[in-house]
Protein backbone atom coordinates (compact mmCIF):
# COMPACT_ATOMS: atom_id res chain seq x y z
CA UNK A 1 0.00 0.00 0.00
CA UNK A 2 0.87 3.92 -1.04
CA UNK A 3 1.48 6.10 1.82
CA UNK A 4 -2.06 7.99 2.11
CA UNK A 5 -2.66 11.50 2.54
CA UNK A 6 -3.50 12.79 5.88
CA UNK A 7 -7.30 12.80 5.88
CA UNK A 8 -7.66 9.38 5.63
CA UNK A 9 -6.94 8.85 9.45
CA UNK A 10 -11.07 9.21 8.95
CA UNK A 11 -11.29 6.14 7.21
CA UNK A 12 -11.61 3.05 8.33
CA UNK A 13 -12.00 0.03 6.04
CA UNK A 14 -14.17 -2.84 7.22
CA UNK A 15 -13.29 -6.45 6.36
CA UNK A 16 -13.48 -9.36 7.94
CA UNK A 17 -13.29 -8.80 11.97
CA UNK A 18 -16.18 -8.90 14.08
CA UNK A 19 -18.93 -6.14 13.85
CA UNK A 20 -17.93 -5.08 17.22
CA UNK A 21 -14.40 -3.98 16.86
CA UNK A 22 -15.43 -1.97 13.81
CA UNK A 23 -17.76 -0.66 16.10
CA UNK A 24 -15.44 0.47 18.82
CA UNK A 25 -13.08 1.98 16.15
CA UNK A 26 -15.51 4.21 14.86
CA UNK A 27 -16.59 5.29 18.52
CA UNK A 28 -12.82 5.60 19.62
CA UNK A 29 -12.43 8.04 16.23
CA UNK A 30 -15.34 9.88 16.56
CA UNK A 31 -14.47 10.85 20.78
CA UNK A 32 -11.08 12.23 19.86
CA UNK A 33 -11.59 16.14 19.51
CA UNK A 34 -10.72 16.91 16.27
CA UNK A 35 -12.59 14.43 14.21
CA UNK A 36 -16.13 14.85 13.98
CA UNK A 37 -16.84 12.72 10.51
CA UNK A 38 -15.32 9.88 9.10
CA UNK A 39 -15.79 6.97 6.40
CA UNK A 40 -16.48 3.82 6.07
CA UNK A 41 -15.37 1.81 3.42
CA UNK A 42 -15.78 -1.53 2.61
CA UNK A 43 -16.33 -3.86 -0.73
CA UNK A 44 -17.61 -7.20 -1.69
CA UNK A 45 -19.52 -9.68 1.31
CA UNK A 46 -18.14 -6.55 3.70
CA UNK A 47 -20.93 -4.50 2.84
CA UNK A 48 -22.90 -5.91 4.90
CA UNK A 49 -20.35 -5.42 7.99
CA UNK A 50 -20.12 -1.85 6.80
CA UNK A 51 -24.33 -1.15 6.94
CA UNK A 52 -24.00 -3.39 10.25
CA UNK A 53 -21.79 -1.25 12.09
CA UNK A 54 -22.61 2.09 10.99
CA UNK A 55 -26.95 1.25 12.12
CA UNK A 56 -25.38 -0.44 15.44
CA UNK A 57 -23.11 2.82 16.14
CA UNK A 58 -25.93 5.07 14.92
CA UNK A 59 -28.22 3.42 17.27
CA UNK A 60 -26.46 3.40 20.59
CA UNK A 61 -25.72 7.16 20.31
CA UNK A 62 -28.49 8.10 18.46
CA UNK A 63 -28.32 11.69 19.26
CA UNK A 64 -24.38 12.81 18.34
CA UNK A 65 -23.89 10.73 15.50
CA UNK A 66 -25.64 10.64 11.98
CA UNK A 67 -25.67 8.87 8.77
CA UNK A 68 -24.55 11.59 6.09
CA UNK A 69 -24.02 10.08 3.12
CA UNK A 70 -24.16 6.42 1.12
CA UNK A 71 -22.13 5.99 -1.89
CA UNK A 72 -22.22 2.54 -4.05
CA UNK A 73 -19.36 1.70 -6.42
CA UNK A 74 -18.18 -0.69 -8.70
CA UNK A 75 -13.80 -1.53 -8.42
CA UNK A 76 -12.03 -3.96 -10.46
CA UNK A 77 -9.95 -6.79 -8.43
CA UNK A 78 -8.00 -9.51 -9.35
CA UNK A 79 -8.80 -12.84 -8.49
CA UNK A 80 -7.62 -15.90 -7.10
CA UNK A 81 -7.20 -17.33 -11.19
CA UNK A 82 -5.27 -13.79 -11.73
CA UNK A 83 -8.21 -12.83 -13.66
CA UNK A 84 -9.72 -8.49 -13.24
CA UNK A 85 -13.26 -9.33 -11.87
CA UNK A 86 -15.59 -6.60 -10.54
CA UNK A 87 -16.43 -5.91 -6.78
CA UNK A 88 -18.84 -3.65 -5.18
CA UNK A 89 -18.21 -0.98 -2.88
CA UNK A 90 -19.81 1.25 -0.09
CA UNK A 91 -18.87 4.14 0.89
CA UNK A 92 -20.71 5.27 4.57
CA UNK A 93 -20.28 9.29 5.90
CA UNK A 94 -20.52 9.58 9.77
CA UNK A 95 -21.05 12.64 11.01
CA UNK A 96 -20.71 13.84 14.80
CA UNK B 1 -47.58 -11.70 2.96
CA UNK B 2 -50.85 -9.52 3.97
CA UNK B 3 -51.82 -7.38 0.27
CA UNK B 4 -49.39 -4.95 -0.64
CA UNK B 5 -50.30 -0.96 -1.59
CA UNK B 6 -50.15 -0.59 -5.45
CA UNK B 7 -46.66 1.61 -5.63
CA UNK B 8 -45.14 -1.33 -4.08
CA UNK B 9 -45.28 -3.02 -7.24
CA UNK B 10 -42.13 -0.87 -7.69
CA UNK B 11 -40.45 -2.32 -4.79
CA UNK B 12 -38.32 -5.27 -5.95
CA UNK B 13 -36.65 -7.35 -2.47
CA UNK B 14 -33.35 -8.95 -3.04
CA UNK B 15 -32.58 -12.47 -1.59
CA UNK B 16 -30.83 -15.39 -2.32
CA UNK B 17 -31.44 -15.96 -6.06
CA UNK B 18 -28.92 -15.13 -8.58
CA UNK B 19 -27.48 -11.64 -8.72
CA UNK B 20 -28.40 -11.36 -12.50
CA UNK B 21 -32.16 -12.82 -12.21
CA UNK B 22 -32.72 -9.70 -9.77
CA UNK B 23 -30.98 -7.33 -12.64
CA UNK B 24 -33.05 -8.71 -14.72
CA UNK B 25 -36.62 -8.12 -13.14
CA UNK B 26 -35.01 -4.21 -12.74
CA UNK B 27 -34.44 -3.83 -16.32
CA UNK B 28 -37.08 -5.12 -17.14
CA UNK B 29 -39.32 -2.92 -14.74
CA UNK B 30 -37.80 -0.12 -15.58
CA UNK B 31 -38.57 -0.53 -18.93
CA UNK B 32 -42.10 -0.79 -18.71
CA UNK B 33 -43.70 2.77 -19.83
CA UNK B 34 -45.48 3.68 -16.55
CA UNK B 35 -42.62 3.01 -14.20
CA UNK B 36 -39.49 5.26 -13.89
CA UNK B 37 -38.49 4.57 -10.58
CA UNK B 38 -37.75 1.47 -7.93
CA UNK B 39 -36.82 0.56 -4.81
CA UNK B 40 -34.65 -2.24 -3.86
CA UNK B 41 -34.56 -3.34 -0.52
CA UNK B 42 -32.43 -6.29 1.48
CA UNK B 43 -31.16 -7.05 4.76
CA UNK B 44 -28.63 -9.17 6.43
CA UNK B 45 -26.50 -11.02 4.01
CA UNK B 46 -28.40 -10.02 0.68
CA UNK B 47 -27.55 -6.09 1.54
CA UNK B 48 -24.45 -6.85 -0.71
CA UNK B 49 -26.70 -8.58 -3.27
CA UNK B 50 -28.58 -5.78 -3.44
CA UNK B 51 -25.55 -3.33 -4.54
CA UNK B 52 -24.16 -5.67 -6.74
CA UNK B 53 -27.67 -5.56 -8.38
CA UNK B 54 -27.36 -1.44 -7.92
CA UNK B 55 -23.95 -1.98 -9.28
CA UNK B 56 -24.72 -3.80 -12.41
CA UNK B 57 -27.70 -2.34 -13.76
CA UNK B 58 -26.75 1.07 -13.54
CA UNK B 59 -23.25 0.49 -15.06
CA UNK B 60 -24.85 -1.69 -18.20
CA UNK B 61 -27.47 1.74 -18.66
CA UNK B 62 -25.26 4.12 -17.60
CA UNK B 63 -27.23 6.77 -19.36
CA UNK B 64 -30.61 5.89 -18.11
CA UNK B 65 -30.33 4.41 -14.51
CA UNK B 66 -28.94 6.64 -11.87
CA UNK B 67 -28.98 5.74 -8.26
CA UNK B 68 -31.15 8.30 -6.26
CA UNK B 69 -30.81 7.79 -2.99
CA UNK B 70 -29.48 5.18 -0.84
CA UNK B 71 -30.89 4.43 3.30
CA UNK B 72 -29.92 2.25 5.57
CA UNK B 73 -31.62 0.38 8.48
CA UNK B 74 -32.52 -1.41 11.31
CA UNK B 75 -35.13 -3.98 11.64
CA UNK B 76 -36.19 -6.86 14.29
CA UNK B 77 -36.25 -10.38 13.29
CA UNK B 78 -37.29 -13.18 14.93
CA UNK B 79 -34.30 -16.38 15.33
CA UNK B 80 -34.36 -19.53 14.79
CA UNK B 81 -34.00 -19.83 18.74
CA UNK B 82 -37.48 -17.80 18.86
CA UNK B 83 -35.40 -14.80 20.13
CA UNK B 84 -35.72 -11.17 18.73
CA UNK B 85 -32.47 -10.00 17.31
CA UNK B 86 -31.70 -7.34 14.83
CA UNK B 87 -31.20 -7.12 11.50
CA UNK B 88 -29.45 -4.31 8.73
CA UNK B 89 -31.56 -3.27 5.92
CA UNK B 90 -30.80 -1.22 3.07
CA UNK B 91 -32.74 0.70 0.67
CA UNK B 92 -31.49 1.73 -2.98
CA UNK B 93 -33.84 4.03 -5.07
CA UNK B 94 -33.26 3.74 -8.97
CA UNK B 95 -34.53 6.44 -11.27
CA UNK B 96 -35.13 6.36 -15.38
Given at each position: MSE??????NVI???R??????????????NMPDVDALVLK????????????AEITRRRFVDTIKV????IGTEEVEG?????RNV???EI???R
Open positions: EPTKDQYIGKPVMSYVLAVITSLARGRAITTAVDVDRIEMDGRASTIDLK
